[in-house]
């Protein structure tokens, strides 16, 4: 393992070719410092065409767009994205194709050798003298690196980039594992992680729509003893999450597990006792990456051991409730997190469609009517998860649930609970809004939705 | 009969779009003090074509209207015609309602109205407000009453406990709807314990000034599931034994029991809290 | 008129409507429901000033997804400005 203390002269110790394949991960989210000087030296060096492979792109990793500009981006393969960078790629395009992965897709791809990476970049916290990394310590610690572990063993050359070293940590990525370790001054600003999506909503419709769905878990009775249960970091994911702790304590109940991106809200039922474990792939704030490192209880894992296909021990294969959101539904429950309605891209699967294919039962939460725009389509504009994984769509003006779970329809009969087709659902919005002309903007192709098993789902179309 | 009532900037579609979503009762537009002066002209238009074009919901809808004569005028000349429960008038006083009723007269206007009391001079008339025959209830409009007063507004409300009790007694006396005063801080357990002291006092709704206030609202009102069960068995032991007097649990069951199991019944179906009557 | 009517807003399910005078009336409609409603709101603002007699008045609206009863609110709003300020 070689020690560097400067970029270029990391660099220079590199086989750098053009058509070089890199991957970075996002845990630091808007506050990564690694992507954007690794990718400016590498555009100085004029590597051309690389595919960049990052498990997640930010508004600020501005480099992106950069060397896809000139030429020294041809390929990205990815899960999620938003921002500049995504907007450019849905006006102009790539040189080469975009791949929207899962999370437990990206996992399984680099096993399997679909996604094939030359060197791996990896951001990491702290790093010990046997190359031992961890996330849960150092200036910058994020907590759980979770959509590392790949990469770090499956690249041809791994690279750890820290500000900090130290030895008195259990690693979560193995020193045997990395090639080169490079010293910088930082490795970013761990402050901006959680800025953005993490705040629990006090807006009364998403407060409709998180009591709705108390109210639907309870009325099938969802929430007993050891249920496991995963939701995003969403404002109205967060207050579900909120009302089913309050509900195991009020019920005293114990969930067995929370699994996923983990946050404060997590971390306050583990310390209360209303669940026993955390399964942390990517930690959404500080208080969790804090809970990381000091509760026992509070498990790191790997994106693999989280939500790989092809692992039978993914925890998601457990799970019994997965709370998802979305930016369009179809008649067919197929659900779109990934572009907008005239092809902007706007986010991707995540973990979306991983939990919701794997979950016993998987719910979308979302506004019925976004000023005059109804949720539900005809049909989505990208399918980033597929109907048949998804079970019941609770909006502020009705339920509908999937008409293949006939146990679901019968378990709410005799309930108060305002239940109808998601054909009725949808007209119930066009006698609010008028029906909408739909028009079709599919004109040039730019990439593909893969879904989680490595099979191309969907196309993406470049923005009119 | 409503349990919540949940004010309604007039001005504002972003609300308006939403108004019916949050299982309110009763919706009141406002037409008064949450629409600035300026828009006033604007909210008008935008109240007028919210109740002529969008589609109705089972909740009530009653309009706030001003009090300022020539704004009181306009706002009831752009109501004409349109199908809604009510007008909710603030400031009310016997002088109020003269006003009130002259303009509503002149234009032909006629519908039920619900006044707010809100000025110490209206509790000196009181049994007369409620006498009058469109007055289908009161609300009582603590915070402008305790700066009338010059008093403090408390969470234990010792301030407004004789105005509380009086509009409470006058609204039974003419079996008119009580409606108790909003609570202005969005703190939930604040709200609960205000709703409290309304319902101790007989109070049968409460207004609402923000959408996340109803869900509390509803539930404090509406009969308990414990009181619905109990109310559902005497009925049945009534019918069965079909006697006034007979004994539940060990209970002495008579007239004035009687009489409470069926207005909890009827409270109950009335807010859908009785499942049979659901489907 | 001395100077353009505005009515509405720009929040999220309002609109911003600007009454107008032009040699040759034009209607712009800027809305961010394009596909879906362009050619509906279009109309619509047609039907309200034909209803009105007032084909000649220029129109913009720029529109945050408001539903139909609010356009026709702030049309109207607009429309009696114009009206009061003709008559006095």
Redesign the interface.
């Known amino acids: 393992m070689k020690h560097f203390d400067a970029l270029d002269k990391l660099l220079d110790a590199l086989p750098l070719e053009n058509g070089l394949s890199i991957s970075f991960h996002h845990h630091l989210r808007d506050g990564d410092g690694v992507i954007n000087p690794v990718l400016r030296a590498l555009k100085k060096r004029d590597i051309k065409d690389m595919h960049l492979y990052v498990s997640s792109i930010f508004p600020s990793y501005k480099a992106i767009k950069e060397l896809m500009e000139s030429g020294h981006i041809k390929d990205i393969t990815t899960n999620y994205m938003n921002g500049p960078v995504a907007q450019a790629i849905s006006q102009n395009g790539l040189k080469g194709t975009l791949k929207m992965q899962s999370h437990g897709g990206r996992a399984r791809a680099f096993i399997e050798g679909e996604n094939k990476v030359d060197i791996a970049f990896i951001a990491a916290p702290a790093v010990s003298r046997q190359g031992d990394i961890t996330g849960a310590v150092g200036k910058n610690s994020f907590g759980s690196i979770g959509y590392a572990c790949e990469d770090a063993r499956h690249a041809s050359l791994k690279v750890a980039i820290t500000d900090t070293f130290r030895d008195d940590f259990t690693p979560q990525i193995k020193g045997e594992l990395v090639d080169y370790v490079l010293e910088v001054d930082s490795i970013g600003d761990v402050a901006r992680m959680a800025s953005g999506t993490l705040k629990i909503t006090k807006d009364p419709l998403g407060l409709k729509i998180a009591r709705e769905t108390m109210q639907f878990l309870t009325a099938i009775k969802a929430i007993k003893q050891d249920v496991s249960f995963q939701s995003g970091a969403g404002g109205v994911s967060l207050s579900i999450t909120k009302m089913f702790n309050d509900y195991l304590k009020r019920h005293a109940l114990q969930a067995s597990f929370y699994s996923g991106g983990i946050t404060g809200v997590h971390v306050d039922a583990l310390e209360k006792g209303l669940v026993r474990d955390l399964y942390d792939v990517q930690c959404f704030d500080r208080a969790a990456a804090k809970s990381l490192f000091v509760n026992a209880h509070h498990h790191f894992m790997c994106a693999s051991d989280y939500a790989n296909p092809n692992n039978e021990k993914r925890i998601i294969k457990a799970l019994d409730i997965v709370i998802l959101g979305a930016s369009e539904i179809d008649l067919d429950f197929n659900v779109n997190v990934t572009t907008d309605s005239y092809n902007t891209l706007i986010g991707g699967s995540g973990g979306h469609s991983d939990t919701a294919e794997d979950a016993k039962l998987s719910i979308i939460v979302s506004p019925l009517l976004r000023a005059r725009t109804v949720l539900i389509k005809d049909r989505v504009n990208t399918i980033t998860t597929q109907g048949r994984f998804v079970d019941v769509l609770i909006t502020e003006r009705g339920i509908a649930i999937n008409p293949l779970r006939t146990d679901l329809i019968e378990a709410i009969k005799g309930s108060d609970l305002n239940v109808m087709s998601i054909e009725e659902l949808q007209k119930k919005a066009y006698n609010l809004t008028g029906i909408p002309k739909s028009k079709n903007h599919k004109l040039s192709a730019i990439g593909i939705v893969e879904n989680r098993h490595g099979d191309a789902q969907d196309t993406l179309y470049k923005k009119e | 009969m409503a349990r919540s009532y949940l004010f309604i900037p007039a001005n ?3 609300m ?3 108004a019916y ?3 309110a009762d009763a919706i009141i537009l406002d037409l008064e003090d949450s629409v600035a002066i300026e828009e006033k ?2 909210a ?3 109240a ?3 109740l ?4 109705k919901d089972t909740a009530r809808t009653y309009v706030r209207i001003n009090t300022q004569a020539d704004w009181l005028e306009r706002d009831l000349a752009c109501l004409q015609d349109l199908d809604f429960e009510g007008i909710v008038l603030p400031k009310m006083t016997l002088k109020m309602w003269e006003t009130y009723e002259k303009t509503a007269l002149k234009q032909g206007f006629h519908k039920p109205v619900i006044g707010i009391v809100e000025t110490p001079e209206a509790f000196f008339e009181l049994d007369a407000i409620a006498s009058i025959e469109q007055i289908e209830g009161l609300i009582l409009g603590a915070e402008d009453l305790v700066s009338g007063m010059e008093a403090k507004r408390t969470l234990e409300g010792h301030e407004i406990l004789y105005a509380r009790s009086m509009v409470r007694m006058a609204c039974a006396k003419h079996h008119i709807l009580a409606i108790d005063t909003p609570w202005t801080n969005l703190e939930e357990a604040h709200l609960q314990k205000d709703i409290t002291h309304a319902i101790t006092l007989g109070f049968e709704g409460k207004c609402a000034i ?3 206030q109803v ?1 509390v609202i509803n539930e404090a009102f509406a009969p308990s599931k414990a009181t619905i069960d109990f109310a559902l068995r005497v009925m049945k032991k009534y019918e069965e034994t079909s006697s006034m007097r007979f004994s539940l649990d060990g209970q002495m069951v008579d007239k004035p029991v009687l009489q409470r199991a069926e207005d909890t019944l009827k409270k109950a179906r009335f807010y ?1 809290l009785l ?1 049979e009557d ?1 489907s | 008129m001395d100077k353009p009517i505005m009515t509405g807003s720009l929040e999220s399910s309002d609109c911003l409507i600007t009454l107008y005078e032009t040699d040759t009336p034009i209607i712009e409609v800027d809305t961010i429901v394009h596909d879906a409603f362009h050619d509906h709101i279009l109309h619509l603002i047609k039907d309200v000033l034909k209803h009105y007699d007032l084909e000649h008045l220029s129109v913009r609206i720029q529109d945050k997804g408001a539903l139909d009863y609010a356009i026709k609110a702030r049309l109207k709003a607009a429309i009696e400005i114009y009206e009061d300020d003709s008559n006095g």
Do not use: A, T, W
């Not at chain 2, 002529?52 to 589609?55: A, F, G, N, Q, T």
């Open positions: 504002e579609p972003r308006l779009q939403n979503v949050f299982d002209h604007e008008r238009h935008l007028k074509s919210f002529k074009d969008y589609p923000h959408p996340n869900p859908g499942k659901r």
